[in-house]
């Protein structure tokens, strides 16, 4: 927007006049019912692009991807039998890393229902305003094909947590992961409904990493410096 309305009302006239030309040359106004209902048809039923083979796998074939991929992209990967397991398995991150029993989280109802209470971590909750060393977020879902997170916004999952903790714990449900790009956003788009789709995805593929000075790999460039996911089984 310019912000001085007399130019952003010669703007609106302008692009006005241009559409109106294209439908007189079309012979057309606009409303035609049949022209509407074949724009909406092709916006529903929207032919999919070509979609790599390596996704298309299912079961136990799925999470064994996810977890070679993510691994290869630098993430760490524990595998538990069930949602209960969790807390367990992130104080067993942080002492193996020497880091404080000390984590950070949002709202997610999930999280919230695991028996935190049964380790010695100390638990806060909301957004991060950087001073936190460890978060853990619980993500919508995983893509094999990449070994990618997918993490929506909102108090549940604060989009803090995924940027600014040096040490990102992400949990993921094994019957949430996808095989693929397009199978997760039609997930997306189902669980939300048109209009109500989250303000920011976040796609987390291993550790934040630059290469931009002299070719070196530097991990933690712009993110966490580790990415560890708990894979949930059960």
Avoid: C
């Amino acid at each position: 927007m310019s912000g001085n309305p007399k130019n952003d009302s010669a703007m609106s006239n302008a692009r006005a006049e241009i559409f109106a030309n294209i439908r007189r040359s079309l012979g057309v106004t606009g409303t035609e019912a049949p022209r509407r209902d074949a724009v909406d048809d092709r916006i529903e039923r929207a032919p999919k692009g070509l979609i790599p083979g390596r996704g298309q796998v299912t079961g136990s074939e799925r999470i064994a991807l996810f977890k070679a991929e993510a691994e290869r992209a630098q993430a760490s990967v524990a595998m538990v039998s069930s949602a209960d397991a969790v807390p367990a398995a992130v104080a067993d991150y942080l002492r193996d890393h020497n880091l404080p029993a000390a984590v950070r989280m949002g709202a997610d109802a999930r999280l919230a229902s695991m028996p935190w209470g049964e380790t010695a971590l100390e638990i806060t909750r909301g957004a991060s305003e950087g001073r936190d060393l460890n978060g853990v977020s619980h993500a919508f879902a995983g893509i094999a094909e990449s070994g990618t997170l997918v993490l929506v916004s909102g108090e549940d999952n604060p989009t803090t947590l995924n940027f600014l903790p040096d040490n990102h714990i992400v949990v993921v449900n094994a019957k949430d992961l996808a095989g693929d790009y397009e199978e997760m956003w039609g997930r997306i788009r189902f669980t939300y409904g048109k209009g109500q789709m989250p303000r920011t995805v976040n796609f987390v593929t291993g550790p934040s990493r630059s290469g931009d000075i002299e070719q070196t790999l530097l991990l933690g460039a712009h993110g966490p410096r580790r990415v560890h996911i708990v894979v949930v089984e059960g």
